[in-house]
Every structure is written in structure tokens, then in C-alpha cells.
């Protein structure tokens, strides 16, 4: 057993936050010490967010799977032509919207290829005959109607944005998001995770959070591991959203994510990171981001295995559906209410319902845009929860 290892873990069960240094041999940890690691985590998860673990029930609108960029480990980007190529009208949207809502859904969650305008011209012209010139522009139309023809409240996820977009989008959607994924430049190169992706480029991705930030925006974030970072580059990215988290306050997420191999993708044949990767990047994600970080693991990227995923120190299962699936990874069903439930418990925390915006950031009227406050104040009770015992989604299994 490397000493490093040892050293790292006996500080972070004292409590102490990791370097980076130690944070790097932390994801090293061998697995004579992950039960040390995992407590570790686990028990700064306690100190800031308790014995609970969150979830919110909502439906997934992919408006566009078009996408200027060709990230070697993506099935959900499309060109104009290809099986499974789709751009919602304002009617389907609001259509999916009203069946989410039926089904109790809370979030109407906007996923969207980045910038498709820019690169095919019979976008393009589905943009213009909508009456809009970009696709952001077309995002807050569609979000506008989301939450003046139903309950629901938006989330959008529409990747690189300007400050005058975000500022606009801030108006009808409670919270928004970009995953940052990696700072590393590296896989930038050719035949590597983000070879021909110019908004995979990490200056300009944080630069998007931070200007979240200077707006307010209650914002969600994350890395995406096994895509040939190094875990210096892995722990880099953590701390860049550390760092940015601590300037303006207003990275209410984290999600740690798993690539997932798939037939199709030039990255088909690239190894998956293990069960115990993942672990321990969630583990020391908790350590270095602290006791008060919402981190999230998705639970249908673990297959039978997201039952472990509490011991690592997360706190909220994410976004999960009733209705939709997740059309990132749609061969990866969501898991029923019922399984996370029994997941939950088997960790021996309490499974609770949030909005797509969280209870911290909820009760602040400098987070949430004053048109969209009093839809926040009728969901939630006294902790900025959804109201309500969860009974109510007995035919979710």
C-alpha cells in the first residue's frame, strides 16, 4: 500500500479538507481503505446536508438533438437527416409538458444540442419559421410557454451561453446548467473525447458558469469521468468548479457522471470506469467541495449498483421520470420510486422530493426571478421541499 494513499485517507476520516495532491492519491485509494474513504465522505455529507437524500420528478424535453459538435462518447447529437433526428414544435413541447405535469411532474428539464444554427441551414429555417434566429432564442419562447400553459418550472441545459442569453433565460427558467465535464484542453485532440467539439473548449464552459454566477442563476454542474482524463485533470475540474463555486455562491449541484460505453459512438471500444472509480470520485468530490455541496450521481448509470451510491457522500439522486426517459442515455432506464426508496433506506437516510431549484437557493429572492416565485412558494414547505408524502407516487414503481 503506497503511503500517499494512507496518509490522504487518515486526513480526509479527520476531517480535513484534501489538497490537490491528496486529492489526486485519494482516487488511488486501494480497496483495503475505501471503507475509510467512504465513511469520510459520507460523514461530511451528514454535517452539511443531513441524513437525506433528494430527488425531483420531472419530465425530460429534448427540444433539439442537433449539435454542431461530434463528442467521441455522444448518442444523443443528431445531423438533419439522420434516424432519429428531432426538433419539437411549441406544441409538443407544451403536449409533453401537460403529461408530465399529470403525472406529478414538478421540472420540465431543457436538453439541446449546442448552436445547430450554426452549422446546417435547414435548421436554420425551421428557426425562422418559428421566428426566432437562434436556438436560445427559441428556448426561452418554448420555456415561456412551459410555464404559462402548465405548473411545471424549466431547467435548461442548452450548453454554451452570453451573458445577454442567460440573462433572458433567467426569467423563465428556475435554474439552468452546463456539465464542465474536464478542463482538460488535451482531449481536445485528435481522435479524443472532444476532438472536432469547439463548445467543449473548458475556458468557454467556465466561463458560462461563472457568468451564471455574476447573474444569480442557481446553477448545476459536474464532470464527466472515464473519458480519458488523467485523475489530475479529474481533480483540476473539481476544483475549478470549487473555486467558482466560492466567488459567486451559486453552484447548487455538482453531478459526478460515468461514461457509459455504446454501440455507434467512435468511443465504443474505450473502457467504462469501474464501480469503485466511481466511488471514490464521488467520495472525494464530497471531501474537496465540502459539507454543504448538493452531489449527485445518476442512478441509471450504475445499473443494479446505485445502491452503493449514498455510502460515497451524495446527496440526490437527480432528475428522474415518470414519463420520459433520459434521452442522453436511453438503453439506461430510470429507476422506480420504489428502488430508490430502498436504496435510500439501505443507507439509512430519507428519500425527499425537491424542485429543479433547491431549498437553499429557493428561499432566496436574489436566486429565484420574481415571476417565477410565487409557482416556487406553492410547491414547497417549511425546508424548501416539496410538500406532501411521497405516497402519492405509488403507481411509479
Request: charged share 25%; glycine share 8%; with cysteine.
Amino acid at each position: 500500500m503506497a503511503l500517499r494513499e494512507l496518509a490522504a485517507v487518515e486526513r480526509a476520516a479527520g476531517g480535513r479538507v484534501p489538497s490537490a495532491e491528496e486529492a489526486v492519491a485519494l482516487l488511488g485509494t486501494p480497496a483495503s481503505l475505501m471503507p475509510d474513504l467512504l465513511a469520510a465522505a459520507a460523514a461530511t455529507r451528514d454535517r452539511g446536508r443531513g441524513r437525506r437524500v433528494t430527488f425531483s420528478a420531472k419530465v425530460f424535453v429534448p427540444l433539439t438533438n442537433l449539435c454542431r459538435d461530434y463528442c467521441g462518447y455522444c448518442t444523443f447529437r443528431r445531423d438533419p437527416g439522420d434516424p432519429g433526428a428531432l426538433t419539437m414544435t411549441p406544441e409538443q413541447v407544451v403536449a409533453l409538458a401537460r403529461a408530465g405535469e399529470r403525472l406529478g411532474a414538478k421540472e420540465a428539464l431543457f436538453s439541446l444540442g449546442d448552436r445547430p444554427e450554426a452549422l446546417f441551414p435547414e435548421y436554420r429555417h425551421f428557426l425562422r419559421r418559428m421566428g426566432h434566429r437562434t436556438t436560445l432564442d427559441y428556448l426561452r419562447a418554448v420555456s415561456t410557454l412551459v410555464v404559462s400553459e402548465t405548473s411545471l418550472l424549466p431547467h435548461a441545459n442548452p450548453g454554451v451561453m452570453g451573458e445577454r442569453d442567460l440573462s433572458s433565460l433567467r426569467e423563465v427558467n428556475v435554474s439552468m446548467g452546463i456539465m464542465l465535464e474536464t478542463t482538460s484542453e488535451r482531449l481536445l485532440g485528435p481522435g479524443l473525447a472532444h476532438d472536432r467539439a469547439p463548445d467543449k473548449v473548458p475556458a468557454r464552459r467556465l466561463r458560462t458558469i461563472a457568468l451564471a454566477g455574476k447573474l444569480s442563476i442557481p446553477f448545476t454542474t459536474g464532470v464527466l469521468i472515464g473519458i480519458g482524463e488523467t485523475h489530475g485533470e479529474r481533480v483540476e475540474a473539481l476544483l475549478a468548479i470549487r473555486d467558482l463555486h466560492e466567488r459567486y455562491g451559486h453552484i447548487q449541484e455538482v453531478i459526478v457522471q460515468n461514461f457509459r460505453r455504446k454501440p455507434g459512438i467512435p468511443m465504443r471500444d474505450h473502457p467504462e470506469p469501474a464501480m469503485d472509480d466511481l466511488l471514490r470520485t464521488a467520495a472525494v468530490a464530497r471531501l474537496l467541495l465540502g459539507p454543504d455541496m448538493n452531489i449527485q450521481v445518476p442512478p441509471n448509470l450504475s445499473d443494479a449498483d446505485f445502491a452503493r451510491l449514498p455510502d460515497a457522500g451524495i446527496n440526490d439522486w437527480g432528475g428522474v421520470s415518470p414519463l420520459t426517459p433520459d434521452h442522453i442515455n436511453p438503453e439506461r432506464p430510470w429507476p422506480g420510486l420504489a428502488a430508490l426508496r430502498r436504496a435510500t433506506q439501505r443507507a439509512g437516510l430519507e428519500l425527499r422530493e425537491r424542485l429543479a431549484v433547491y431549498p437553499e437557493y429557493a428561499a432566496r429572492s436574489e436566486f429565484v426571478h420574481e415571476a417565477l416565485r410565487p409557482r416556487v412558494r406553492g410547491f414547497v414547505d417549511g425546508d424548501g421541499l416539496v410538500r406532501g408524502d411521497l405516497e402519492r407516487w405509488r403507481t411509479w414503481n
